[in-house]
C-alpha cells in the first residue's frame, strides 16, 4: 500500500578536531565528552531500544570525518574514560547529597542511572569503540550513515582551488569507507553550503545524494515541480532534498518550537556554577574552572531568573505531546501536498544532532515517543533519503541556487570582517600544496611524511569551525589560535620541503599530536589538470579519475 508521504530526520554529528595531548584536561576536549554522554549515547539508546522492541524506524545520521577519527582515537577513548568515571563519581556524591530530598534526590538517581549505562555501553558492550554501535545499527538497516567534507571545510569559499574542494570530498568519503568498509551513499554539504562549481566534482565522486536549506531547492534553476517535497536531480547526478521549513521552525527554534516549552529542564542552570568551589572544583574539566558539569535540576519556568525544580514525569509527559503533535502536523501537511502530487510528498527533517540531548534534554525521549507511534502507520512513514531513491521516482533535473543553512541563508557567516583575513592565507597554502603535490607524485620517506603531514594541517586550517566562531565570538581566540597553528606549521613544512632540511624529529611529533586519517595520501591535492600519470592502484581514492 502506497503511504500517505514519508518523512526523512536527518541528524548531522559533527565537532571540530580538538585533540591537545599538550594539556592534562583540554576545556575543548570536553566539547567531545559532552556531545558523546548527552546526545549520542542517549541517541545511540533510544535506537537500540527501538530494535529490541522491533520497533520499525529508519533515520540518517551523518558523521562527520573529525567526529569519527576522534571517536576511534585510542588516546581520546582513554581520556573519556577518564572523563565519564569522574562524573560517576559525582554522581555518587550527588545521590548522597540530595539524600531524603523529595524533589533533587529522584534528579541526582536519574543523572546516576544515565551515566552507569553510558559507561556501560562505552566499556562492556562497544569496549570503547562507538563507531561499532552505529555500523551494527546500519547493518540492520535502521539507520543509513553519510559522510561529509574531511574537516568540515566550508566548499564554496574554497572553491578557488577546486584541488582544495577535491581533496576535502575525496579524503571524508575515504575515512568512511575505511571505518565502515562500503562507500557512503550520500553527504553533508558542510553547513549546507552550495554553489553550482561544486558540480563537477560532486558528480565524479560516486556520491547520490546531499541536502541542502530550503531556498538552495526553492529557488532552483529551473523551478522545482514540487518545492522541497521531492529532491530534485542537479547537473552532477545527485538528488538534493532541501529542508522543510516548517518541521525546522517546530523543532529548532528555542522560543518557538519545542525545547523552549518550561517545562523542559534548564540548560543554563549547572551545578557547576551552583554549588561551592570546595565540593564541585575536582569534578570540573578543567579542575576548579567554573563550567557545567551536566548536573542540571531545574526546569525553563520562563523567561526570568526564576527557576522551578524540574520534573522529570511533567517533562515526559511534554515530551509525549509534542511529539503528537508533530505527528499531527506532518500527516495534515502530508494530505495538503499529497493532494497535487503525483508522489507521495517527503518531509525531509535535517538538525544539528547535538540539539537532541545537549540543548534540549528531552530531544531523544521525543524521538523515541515519534517513532513508537509512527510504527505501523500507513499514511506517514519514516524513510531515509536513499530509501527514498529506490522507490524510482522521476526526479526534475534543476540546478540548486547558492545556499547555506546559516543565518540569512548564504556565506556571510563564514565570511565577513570578524574572519576575512582568514581566506587568503587558507588560498596560498591550498596554491603551494597543489604545487607540492603535483611536483612529488611518488615521495618516499621524510619527503612523504613531510607532505601528508602538511597536506593534513591544511585540511584542519580549512576548518569551517573556525570562521564560524570567530563570527559568534564566544571563543574566538581559540579559533584564531588554532588556526594560526596549522598554517603555521604547514608553512614550516613547505619551507622544509623545498630546501631538502626536514626536521624530522619536530615532524613526527606534530603529527603524532594531531594525528588523524592515518592513511591521508597528499597526492588528493595533486592538480586536477595535472598529466603526471598515476598508475592505477596507486590513488585509491573513491570515485577519482585519476586513480
Not at 556531545?35 to 520499525?56: K, M, N, S, W
Not at 576511534?72 to 547529597?97: H, I, M, N, S, V
Not at 601528508?452 to 584564531?480: K, V
Amino acid at each position: 500500500m502506497t503511504p500517505g508521504g514519508y518523512l526523512a530526520f536527518i541528524f548531522h554529528a559533527h565537532l571540530p578536531y580538538v585533540r591537545h595531548p599538550e594539556y592534562q584536561q583540554s576545556l575543548e576536549e570536553k566539547w567531545f565528552f559532552e556531545a558523546l554522554t548527552e546526545c549520542y549515547i542517549p541517541l545511540l539508546r533510544v535506537f537500540q531500544g527501538l530494535a529490541a522492541d522491533h520497533i520499525d524506524y529508519a533515520v540518517t545520521f551523518s558523521l562527520s570525518p573529525t567526529l569519527l577519527s576522534m571517536l576511534e582515537d585510542p588516546f581520546l577513548q582513554e581520556r573519556y574514560a577518564t572523563y565519564l568515571a569522574g562524573l560517576q563519581e559525582l554522581a555518587r556524591k550527588e545521590e548522597a547529597r540530595t539524600a531524603g530530598d523529595p524533589l533533587f534526590s529522584p534528579l541526582a538517581a536519574m543523572y546516576r542511572e544515565r551515566l552507569d549505562y553510558a559507561a556501560y555501553l562505552f566499556h562492556e558492550k562497544y569496549a570503547k569503540r562507538l563507531v561499532n554501535a552505529f555500523r551494527e545499527l546500519q547493518d540492520q538497516g535502521k539507520v543509513e550513515i553519510i559522510t561529509s567534507a574531511a574537516t568540515h571545510g566550508y566548499l564554496p569559499l574554497l572553491a578557488v582551488q577546486r584541488e582544495a574542494v577535491y581533496a576535502q570530498l575525496v579524503t571524508g568519503i575515504d575515512c568512511y569507507r575505511q571505518i565502515f568498509g562500503t562507500p557512503p551513499r550520500g553527504i553533508w554539504l558542510p553547513e549546507c553550503a552550495y554553489d553550482p562549481v561544486l558540480e563537477d566534482i560532486l558528480g565524479e565522486l560516486g556520491l547520490q545524494y546531499f541536502v541542502t536549506a530550503t531556498h538552495g531547492v526553492l529557488y532552483a534553476s529551473p523551478r522545482p515541480k514540487y518545492g522541497v517535497y521531492s529532491p530534485i536531480l542537479t547537473p552532477g547526478g545527485l538528488a538534493a532534498f532541501g529542508r522543510d521549513p516548517e518541521t525546522s521552525h517546530q523543532v529548532w527554534s528555542a522560543k518557538e518550537g519545542y525545547p523552549g516549552d518550561y517545562f523542559y529542564r534548564e540548560f543554563y542552570r549547572d551545578i557547576g556554577y551552583d554549588l561551592e568551589m570546595e565540593y564541585i572544583g575536582e569534578h570540573l574539566h578543567p579542575a576548579y574552572l567554573r563550567g557545567n558539569t551536566g548536573f542540571k535540576y531545574y526546569r525553563i519556568t520562563g523567561p526570568g531568573e526564576h527557576k522551578e525544580v524540574y520534573n522529570q514525569r511533567l517533562a515526559l509527559q511534554k515530551a509525549w505531546d509534542h511529539a503528537a503533535n508533530f505527528k499531527f502536523n506532518r500527516e495534515k501537511q502530508l494530505e495538503y501536498y499529497g493532494g497535487v502530487m503525483d508522489r507521495p510528498p517527503l518531509v525531509v527533517a535535517p538538525y544539528d544532532a547535538e540539539l537532541f540531548g545537549h540543548w534540549w534534554f528531552e530531544g531523544p525521549q521525543w524521538l523515541d515517543y515519534l517513532c513508537r507511534m509512527l510504527h505501523g502507520q500507513q499514511f506517514l512513514q519514516l524513510i531515509t533519503p536513499g530509501q527514498y531513491l529506490d522507490q524510482g521516482y522521476t526526479l526534475q533535473l534543476s540546478t540548486p541556487n547558492i545556499s547555506s543553512w546559516g543565518d540569512k541563508g548564504y556565506h556571510e557567516v563564514w565570511l565577513n570582517a570578524r574572519n576575512d583575513w582568514l581566506y587568503r592565507h587558507l588560498h596560498h597554502a591550498a596554491e603551494r600544496m597543489i604545487e607540492m603535490a603535483t611536483g612529488h607524485p611518488r615521495a618516499e620517506g621524510a619527503v612523504k611524511e613531510a607532505l601528508t603531514q602538511a597536506a593534513r594541517e591544511l585540511l584542519l586550517a580549512q576548518s569551517s569551525d573556525w570562521p564560524f566562531i570567530m563570527t559568534a565570538g564566544t571563543m574566538d581566540r581559540y579559533a584564531e589560535t588554532r588556526v594560526s597553528k596549522h598554517l603555521l606549521r604547514f608553512l614550516a613544512l613547505d619551507r622544509q620541503i623545498r630546501e631538502e632540511k626536514i626536521d624530522l624529529p619536530w615532524l613526527r611529533s606534530i603529527a603524532a599530536a594531531d594525528n588523524l586519517f592515518p592513511e591521508l595520501d597528499y597526492r588528493v591535492f595533486q592538480s586536477l589538470e595535472s598529466t603526471v600519470p598515476v598508475e592505477k592502484g596507486e590513488l585509491e581514492k573513491a570515485g577519482s579519475k585519476r586513480a
